[in-house]
């Protein structure tokens, strides 16, 4: 999937960073991990409520899980589901799912049963690893649905932490006991007393690079969600590409990112977290920001990553200002664009030019550009990764690259691009696509780059609305409202205009600030029409001011707008 293109025009403006793609070493995560256990077994790379553990210990219990799984009749190729937030029993269920040679499966903490019901079937996860509180929610309504599926290995958030904090943890009430219910279907296994029984003898099945390697699913505006098989290519090549950015070293770097792993961004760091030997700070809950704060207190970071709305968050705990940024080399945001404002404040606590943003896709293992540390243009998307080409073309047809400045749809190709869709070949051709003699990925984000390889996200092509004949972004119309203290968070939805078929009228949702309502709807909903008129085209204007209790967002903080329109 590679691009035979020269540099591109811009390149050579960006001084140090090469376009050129860095080597992908075929060296497995398994291989990655034993090759650290064989050079330092002590070293810690997981910090996790107050608990710490070493590289060699992750990779006992993953032996050790690896021979339970095996056990349980899982064989090379089957589907490991991973139903969990943060926590240890992620990443030792990934390494476990990987030394068999089998591709694991992100399993939201937040789906419902019948969501539940529908990835386990779909990715045909023969093991699904979950937490015993959310299991226990589900576990009556999945049993008799899931025919295939083998057992569910069910885990405690405090499973790994000392005797002493258990008992602590049962006396304060701080994490109460699940009763699991009698299932008829499901075999259920209870991961702790089992693993510490199981024989740790090593388990590595070589993985070729061009196995998938994970089934992430990724949602759409209508139907059902598709799972993007990524292989071990890609996988690896996403986190090479992302270390050309920021001189990364093995064993000296603390991660303090609350991304979650069930998402591909929360995932990326987790894999460059393992690759360099960083230690990991895990928060299961990622709103749970004095935690968070606390965890970096005693354990100051060298990497952040975060979105825009956990970087606010952070900015309202005062626990955010006792941190130690001194050996922060970069603080990275992605999932939504962050307000140049936002950026100015972070920046006035973790240090000038450390703020960078990012932006992925699932498909595309994630990252696809990023603002260089230092040469950051905030309210773009920054520059492609090295390896990585990227062309904008006509929205229409996806055939006609469009000039400098001109927004059209953004499309990539480079070994962090998916294989396809999971058993929908319509859909992995539609999204696939040949341009120029090579394969791109047809992103659906309309974008506009610059002569100086920097680009801007104008929205979602799905997102984009047609008003009186002309184009209405509305990711352009949410950043300047931002600019208006009675508003929290926003989002611009369009509905089908009756009077003039083809058209749209432009909605606005709101969520108040707390001046907002202090002012009231009536008068916020006056402030803003003003607003709207003297700073946009009257085709932007909103049509209707839908003032809310709260704005729906995904699990990674991005406004939900399948919600929204739901």
């Given at each position: 999937?590679?691009?035979t293109r020269?540099s591109p025009p811009?390149?050579e403006?960006?001084?140090?960073?090469?376009?050129?793609?860095p080597a992908?070493?075929d060296?497995s995560?398994p291989?990655?991990?034993?090759?650290h256990?064989?050079?330092?077994?002590d070293?810690?790379?997981?910090y996790y409520l107050?608990l710490?553990?070493t590289?060699?210990?992750?990779d006992?219990?993953?032996?050790?899980?690896?021979?339970?799984?095996?056990g349980?009749?899982?064989?090379?190729?089957d589907?490991?589901?991973?139903?969990?937030?943060?926590?240890?029993?992620?990443v030792?269920?990934?390494?476990?799912?990987a030394?068999?040679?089998c591709?694991?499966?992100?399993?939201?903490p937040l789906?419902?049963?019948?969501?539940i019901?529908?990835?386990?079937?779909?990715?045909?996860i023969?093991?699904?690893?979950t937490l015993?509180?959310?299991?226990?929610?589900?576990a009556?309504?999945?049993?008799?649905?899931?025919?295939?599926?083998?057992?569910a290995?069910?885990?405690?958030?405090?499973?790994?932490l000392p005797g002493?904090?258990?008992?602590?943890a049962?006396w304060?009430?701080k994490?109460?006991?699940?009763?699991?219910?009698?299932l008829?279907h499901?075999r259920?296994?209870?991961?702790?007393?089992?693993?510490?029984k199981?024989?740790n003898?090593?388990?590595?099945e070589?993985c070729?690079?061009e196995?998938?390697?994970m089934?992430?699913?990724?949602g759409?505006t209508?139907?059902?969600?598709?799972?993007?098989e990524?292989s071990?290519r890609n996988?690896?090549?996403s986190?090479?590409?992302n270390?050309t950015m920021?001189?990364?070293?093995?064993?000296?770097e603390?991660?303090?990112?609350?991304?979650p792993?069930?998402h591909?961004?929360g995932?990326?760091a987790?894999?460059m977290g393992?690759?360099?030997?960083a230690?990991?700070?895990?928060?299961p809950?990622?709103r749970d920001?004095?935690t968070y704060?606390k965890a970096m207190i005693k354990r100051p970071?060298?990497?952040?990553?975060n979105v825009?709305?956990?970087?606010?968050?952070?900015?309202?705990?005062p626990l955010?200002?006792?941190v130690?940024?001194?050996?922060?080399k970069i603080?990275?945001?992605?999932a939504a664009?962050?307000?140049v404002?936002l950026?100015r404040r972070v920046e006035?606590?973790?240090?000038?030019?450390?703020f960078c943003e990012?932006?992925?896709l699932t498909?595309t293992s994630?990252?696809?550009t990023i603002?260089?540390p230092g040469?950051?243009?905030?309210g773009?998307i920054?520059v492609?990764?090295p390896g990585t080409?990227?062309?904008?073309v006509?929205?229409?047809t996806?055939?006609?690259?469009m000039?400098?400045d001109e927004p059209g749809?953004?499309?990539?190709?480079g070994?962090?691009?998916?294989?396809?869709?999971?058993?929908?070949?319509?859909?992995t051709?539609k999204?696939?696509r040949?341009f120029?003699?090579?394969t791109?990925?047809?992103t659906g984000?309309?974008a506009r780059?610059?002569?100086d390889?920097?680009i801007?996200?104008?929205?979602?092509?799905?997102d984009?609305l047609?008003?009186g004949?002309y184009?209405?972004f509305s990711?352009?119309?949410e950043?300047?409202l931002?600019?208006?203290?009675?508003?929290?968070?926003?989002?611009?939805?369009?509905?089908?205009?009756?009077d003039r078929p083809g058209n749209d009228?432009?909605n606005?949702?709101v969520?108040?600030?707390k001046?907002?309502?202090?002012l009231?709807?009536?008068a916020v909903r006056e402030?803003?029409?003003?607003?709207?008129?003297?700073?946009?085209a009257?085709?932007?204007?909103?049509?209707?001011i839908h003032i809310?209790?709260?704005?729906?967002l995904t699990?990674v903080g991005?406004?939900d707008?399948k919600?929204?329109r739901?």
């Amino acid at each position: 999937m590679m691009t035979t293109r020269s540099s591109p025009p811009w390149a050579e403006s960006l001084g140090h960073i090469s376009s050129q793609m860095p080597a992908v070493p075929d060296e497995s995560i398994p291989g990655i991990v034993e090759r650290h256990v064989h050079e330092a077994p002590d070293a810690p790379v997981i910090y996790y409520l107050g608990l710490q553990m070493t590289i060699g210990q992750v990779d006992d219990l993953a032996n050790r899980l690896a021979n339970m799984l095996r056990g349980l009749g899982v064989e090379r190729g089957d589907v490991i589901g991973l139903h969990l937030p943060n926590c240890p029993q992620y990443v030792i269920g990934l390494l476990a799912a990987a030394k068999l040679g089998c591709p694991a499966s992100g399993v939201s903490p937040l789906l419902k049963a019948d969501e539940i019901v529908y990835q386990v079937g779909n990715a045909n996860i023969r093991v699904l690893i979950t937490l015993d509180q959310m299991f226990a929610a589900s576990a009556a309504s999945l049993d008799g649905r899931l025919p295939d599926l083998k057992a569910a290995i069910v885990t405690g958030p405090i499973d790994f932490l000392p005797g002493w904090k258990k008992t602590l943890a049962a006396w304060t009430g701080k994490v109460p006991r699940t009763v699991l219910p009698t299932l008829k279907h499901i075999r259920v296994c209870a991961l702790w007393p089992d693993i510490l029984k199981a024989d740790n003898t090593r388990v590595f099945e070589p993985c070729r690079m061009e196995d998938v390697f994970m089934i992430q699913y990724t949602g759409g505006t209508t139907g059902n969600p598709k799972g993007a098989e990524l292989s071990l290519r890609n996988v690896l090549s996403s986190v090479i590409q992302n270390e050309t950015m920021v001189e990364y070293e093995i064993g000296r770097e603390t991660f303090a990112s609350v991304l979650p792993w069930f998402h591909i961004a929360g995932l990326s760091a987790l894999f460059m977290g393992i690759r360099k030997r960083a230690l990991m700070i895990v928060v299961p809950n990622p709103r749970d920001v004095k935690t968070y704060c606390k965890a970096m207190i005693k354990r100051p970071p060298t990497v952040l990553g975060n979105v825009p709305t956990l970087y606010q968050m952070l900015l309202d705990e005062p626990l955010f200002k006792q941190v130690d940024f001194s050996r922060l080399k970069i603080a990275v945001s992605g999932a939504a664009p962050a307000p140049v404002e936002l950026i100015r404040r972070v920046e006035e606590i973790i240090g000038q030019g450390k703020f960078c943003e990012a932006y992925g896709l699932t498909e595309t293992s994630p990252t696809l550009t990023i603002n260089p540390p230092g040469r950051a243009r905030p309210g773009t998307i920054g520059v492609p990764l090295p390896g990585t080409d990227i062309r904008i073309v006509d929205a229409e047809t996806g055939t006609r690259e469009m000039p400098f400045d001109e927004p059209g749809e953004l499309i990539a190709s480079g070994p962090q691009v998916f294989r396809g869709y999971l058993g929908l070949p319509n859909e992995t051709n539609k999204a696939l696509r040949s341009f120029d003699g090579q394969t791109y990925f047809y992103t659906g984000d309309v974008a506009r780059m610059d002569k100086d390889g920097y680009i801007t996200i104008c929205d979602r092509a799905k997102d984009m609305l047609i008003v009186g004949g002309y184009k209405v972004f509305s990711v352009e119309v949410e950043n300047k409202l931002k600019e208006v203290p009675e508003i929290e968070l926003s989002a611009v939805i369009g509905t089908p205009d009756k009077d003039r078929p083809g058209n749209d009228v432009v909605n606005l949702y709101v969520q108040l600030s707390k001046v907002g309502k202090e002012l009231g709807d009536d008068a916020v909903r006056e402030k803003i029409l003003a607003f709207c008129r003297d700073k946009m085209a009257a085709f932007k204007v909103p049509k209707h001011i839908h003032i809310i209790a709260q704005i729906p967002l995904t699990p990674v903080g991005k406004v939900d707008k399948k919600a929204l329109r739901q």
